[in-house]
C-alpha cells in the first residue's frame, strides 16, 4: 500500500492505494453525452507510462525519428510533451485537494482536464492534478508525477503480493459484455438503454490493432461465438480473403494453447499488467492480450443462473428474471483506443496496414467501429 503525498509540502494527498495495471479503457472516449462512471475502483491506483498533458506539439512539428524514438509509427493529430507517469485515482480516494472549477478545459457538461491541472493542494497552492468528469469520460483524477511523491505506508517497501493466476481464476471476476448506458443528468430508470459494454469496445480496439499487425496480411479466423461476434466481422472486412487464414484462439490458465495456435487470445494480470505466456512450441504464437475479465468471459461463458430471491418471498425460493436484454446493434471496437494502438506497433508501417489506419473513417461509417 502507498499514499501520494505533495512534494512542495509533504502534505498527504491520497487514501492508502494499491498498485493495479493501467485500464485499457483509460483514455478512451465514448459516445456523446453518455454518463460514464468511476475509472478505477476504491483504493487502487495506476500509472502511466506515456507522456500526457500540455505542452502539445502538432505532428507537422515532429521529426518522425524522434516520433519512432517515443514508439509512435505512424501518424497523430498531437504528441504531448507533458511528463510520462501520471498517476490515476478515483476521485473519492483524494485528501487535501481543492478544486479550481475555472480550468475546466472544453468541457461540455464537466471538467476534460484540457487545460491541465485544476487541483491544488490545500496547504501550500500547488498544482498536483487534474480531474476530468465530462460527459463520455471516464470520471478520474490524475496525479501530476512531477508534483507528488509515493511513500510506503507504514515503511512498507512493496505492494501486497499479487493474485496468482490460479487465484484470480478461483476470484473469477469477469467482466459482462452488455451494461446500461446513461446520458448526461438523466435518471437511471427513465433515459438508459442496454449497450456493448464501453470496456469491451476498448479492449476490442486494442485487441484488434494486434490481431491485424499478427495477420501479416492474411485472414485471420478467431473461435465461434461471443469472440466471434467481437472481432471475426471486423477480420473480414479488413483483410483480403483468399490466402489460407491464420488461426486465432483462446488460451490461458485453464484454457491450454494448442501447437499449430497462430495466435493466442491471452489474459493480462489486473494487478501487475503481465500477459500470461504459454509453455512449450506454442510460446512461438502471437500473443494479444486482452483485459482478464474481458478474457474470462470469452474463455468461460458465464450461464444465465437463477438467483435467490429477496424481500418477501418464502426461503429457498429462487427468482428467474429474464437475462439482461442484448444491444439492438453488431458490436464495434472503440476507434480511439484502435488508432492509439496500432500507430504505436511497428508493423503499420506495412502499406496495407497503414492505408486501413489513414481509411478508417469509412470503416466507422460501415459500422465496424465507433465514431468516438
Known amino acids: 500500500m502507498f499514499v501520494f503525498e505533495c512534494m512542495g509540502c509533504d502534505t498527504r494527498l491520497t487514501a492508502p492505494l494499491s498498485q493495479v495495471a493501467l485500464p485499457a479503457h483509460a483514455h478512451q472516449t465514448y459516445g456523446n453525452g453518455i454518463q460514464l462512471p468511476v475509472l478505477?475502483?476504491?483504493?487502487?491506483?495506476?500509472?502511466?507510462?506515456?507522456?500526457?498533458?500540455?505542452?502539445?506539439?502538432?505532428?507537422?512539428?515532429?521529426?518522425?525519428?524522434e516520433a519512432a524514438a517515443r514508439g509512435i509509427y505512424a501518424p497523430v493529430d498531437t504528441l504531448s510533451d507533458g511528463p510520462?507517469?501520471?498517476?490515476?485515482?478515483?476521485?473519492?480516494?483524494?485528501?487535501?485537494?481543492?478544486?479550481?472549477?475555472?480550468?475546466?478545459?472544453?468541457?461540455?457538461?464537466?471538467?476534460?482536464?484540457a487545460d491541465g491541472p485544476n487541483m491544488l493542494c490545500e496547504a501550500c497552492g500547488l498544482p498536483v492534478a487534474t480531474r476530468i468528469d465530462?460527459?463520455?469520460?471516464?470520471?478520474?483524477?490524475?496525479?501530476?508525477?512531477?508534483?507528488?511523491?509515493?511513500?510506503?505506508?507504514?515503511?512498507?517497501?512493496?505492494?501486497?503480493?499479487?493474485?496468482?493466476?490460479?487465484?484470480?481464476?478461483a476470484e473469477g471476476k469477469s467482466m459482462p459484455p452488455f451494461e446500461p448506458i446513461t446520458t448526461w443528468g438523466s435518471r437511471r430508470g427513465s433515459d438508459y438503454w442496454w449497450s456493448w459494454s464501453p470496456r469491451w469496445e476498448?479492449?476490442?480496439?486494442?485487441?484488434?490493432?494486434?490481431?491485424?499487425?499478427?495477420?501479416?496480411?492474411?485472414?485471420?479466423?478467431?473461435?465461434?461465438?461471443?469472440?466471434?461476434e467481437v472481432f471475426q466481422r471486423a477480420l473480414d472486412a479488413l483483410l483480403p480473403a483468399g490466402p489460407p487464414p491464420r488461426r486465432a484462439v483462446l488460451a490461458g490458465p485453464g484454457r491450454p494453447a494448442p501447437e499449430d495456435a497462430d495466435i493466442l487470445l491471452v489474459p493480462t494480470?489486473?494487478?501487475?499488467?503481465?500477459?500470461?505466456?504459454?509453455?512449450?512450441?506454442?510460446s512461438s504464437a502471437y500473443s494479444v492480450a486482452l483485459p482478464f475479465g474481458v478474457w474470462l468471459w470469452l474463455a468461460f461463458p458465464e450461464p444465465y443462473l437463477t438467483a435467490p430471491a429477496s424481500g418477501q418471498?418464502?426461503?429457498?425460493?429462487?427468482?428467474?428474471?429474464?437475462?439482461?436484454?442484448?444491444p439492438g446493434y453488431l458490436f464495434q471496437a472503440n476507434s480511439g483506443v484502435f488508432r492509439h494502438t496500432l500507430v504505436r506497433l511497428p508493423a503499420v508501417r506495412s502499406p496495407w496496414l497503414r492505408e486501413i489506419l489513414e481509411n478508417l473513417t469509412p470503416h466507422m461509417r460501415a459500422g465496424l467501429f465507433s465514431w468516438m
Open 40 to 65: 478505477m475502483e476504491p483504493g487502487t491506483f495506476a500509472v502511466d507510462p506515456e507522456p500526457g498533458g500540455p505542452p502539445w506539439r502538432m505532428w507537422e512539428e515532429i521529426d518522425p525519428d
Open 84 to 113: 510520462s507517469g501520471a498517476i490515476v485515482i478515483a476521485p473519492g480516494d483524494t485528501r487535501g485537494t481543492v478544486l479550481i472549477p475555472e480550468r475546466r478545459g472544453g468541457a461540455c457538461c464537466g471538467i476534460d482536464g
Open 134 to 169: 465530462d460527459c463520455s469520460l471516464w470520471q478520474a483524477v490524475w496525479l501530476a508525477p512531477d508534483a507528488v511523491r509515493r511513500l510506503p505506508v507504514d515503511g512498507a517497501g512493496a505492494d501486497a503480493v499479487p493474485l496468482s493466476w490460479a487465484e484470480l481464476m
Open 202 to 228: 476498448a479492449a476490442a480496439g486494442q485487441a484488434l490493432a494486434h490481431l491485424l499487425a499478427a495477420s501479416a496480411g492474411r485472414p485471420v479466423t478467431v473461435p465461434d461465438g461471443l469472440s466471434a
Open 269 to 282: 494480470h489486473p494487478q501487475t499488467g503481465e500477459t500470461w505466456a504459454p509453455a512449450g512450441p506454442a
Open 313 to 326: 418471498m418464502p426461503d429457498g425460493v429462487l427468482r428467474d428474471d429474464p437475462p439482461p436484454p442484448r
